[in-house]
């Protein structure tokens, strides 16, 4: 039998397959990205921003809910068990929003979106975690999450132009359908399960472990309690952006085909700068990545309102993508690197717990505002609780990794 080795070089082949597989799971989310909140008014009449942030509060509980049974699962179930779990849930998605006669059917499809994205996408994290080891793992998690955002960016580029090419439904949700039958295929047929990995690292490793994984994760431990905390605001700002951004630009009059070029720029610029950021993470200050990424968010959100000019607003999507790639990759390699590889799986659905709770909390409180104060209300208390958040990375979190 072939000796288990740890390492990007020596499992090449599976890391990519996985690249791939979580490009397709990213592509899930793309499939609603731009056109959403139009589906809502123009299908069901929703003209409430609360109303129609509702789909994303949906989505964030129930993928905040499968990420930290992913990780408490990872152990017992198998990593790909899960991984074709969150596919078969993702199968009759795009069939529900095609046929929906009523606005409920429409949250029950981002419910089992939200739970889709839990399980396909903290598997494939913890899976090339598990595969390349301590030198690579930053790369590791900018190449996933690349591959993740990018496609999210793309799809919802396509399904802009779809829209406004022949309508709101059903075509855009056809890339849907594709998109989640090539990922169960994938899955089923060439993934093999990441776990005799952990057991050989095990043998190796010296980190601590924590005395309680969740608590340490979300309030004690201060280098993962400040990643939590930053996490969740990513996300809280990233739910306002999904839910809020399409409706600004509506109101300044662009098509659907525009708002779905504005609206991929962030994701997109995300995606790819995570190529590099990720393998930054492993050189260089993870503290530092963390709070000028978030830093460099909150100035760029605060800028929205005060321009309907294309180009102003591309550039502030492409800073706030920016901003994004330098956090997302670090987050999780910060994680890996101050836990144990048997407790980091569910240290990091922890964190993936609480970070996308950010989307519930984004879309409730960034609706709220809006429909009381208006819009751009919302837009600014969200960019500057970003900023908040950068402040606590840089006066709490230690200078080196605490474990």
């Avoid at 179930?77 to 009759?92: F, K």
Wanted: hydrophobic share 50%.
């Amino acid at each position: 039998m072939k000796e288990i080795q740890l390492g990007l070089k020596e499992n090449w082949k599976q890391f990519t397959l996985l690249v791939i597989v979580n490009a397709f799971v990213g592509g899930m989310v793309g499939m609603e990205r731009t056109i959403f909140p139009k589906f809502a008014e123009v299908s069901f009449n929703v003209a409430s921003k609360t109303a129609i942030l509702s789909f994303i509060a949906a989505f964030g509980l129930a993928k905040a809910l499968a990420n930290y049974y992913t990780g408490r699962l990872a152990n017992q179930l198998g990593r790909r068990n899960l991984l074709l779990m969150g596919w078969v849930m993702a199968l009759p998605i795009p069939f529900i929003l095609m046929y929906a006669n009523a606005w409920a059917w429409v949250i029950f499809a981002n419910v089992l979106l939200g739970l889709s994205q839990g399980l396909t996408w903290s598997s494939t994290v913890v899976m090339k975690i598990d595969l390349v080891g301590e030198k690579d793992r930053g790369f590791a998690m900018g190449v996933n999450e690349f591959a993740g955002y990018f496609a999210v960016g793309v799809v919802a580029f396509l399904t802009g132009f779809i829209a406004n090419e022949y309508g709101l439904t059903p075509y855009p949700f056809y890339l849907g359908i594709g998109i989640s039958i090539v990922g169960f295929l994938l899955t089923l047929f060439w993934v093999k399960d990441t776990n005799i990995f952990v057991k050989k690292e095990s043998k190796t490793d010296q980190t601590t472990a924590l005395d309680n994984v969740f608590l340490d994760t979300t309030f004690k431990n201060k280098t993962l309690s400040s990643v939590t905390q930053a996490g969740l605001i990513n996300n809280l700002n990233d739910g306002m952006i999904w839910g809020l951004l399409p409706i600004i630009l509506a109101s300044y009059h662009y098509d659907s085909g525009n708002i779905g070029l504005l609206t991929a720029i962030y994701p997109s610029v995300w995606g790819i700068g995570q190529l590099f950021t990720g393998k930054l993470s492993d050189h260089y200050s993870k503290k530092s990545m963390l709070f000028w990424g978030m830093f460099l968010q909150g100035i760029a959100i605060m800028g929205i309102p005060f321009s309907s000019n294309f180009y102003i607003l591309a550039g502030i999507s492409v800073i706030l993508g920016l901003g994004t790639a330098l956090v997302y990759p670090t987050f999780l390699s910060t994680i890996a690197q101050a836990t144990s590889p048997i407790q980091r799986a569910e240290s990091i659905g922890t964190f993936r717990l609480w970070r996308d709770l950010g989307y519930v909390f984004g879309a409730i409180i960034s609706g709220m505002v809006a429909d009381f104060f208006g819009v751009e209300y919302a837009v600014l208390l969200i960019g500057g609780l970003t900023i908040f958040s950068s402040l606590v990375i840089k006066f709490r979190m230690p200078n080196q990794i605490d474990k």
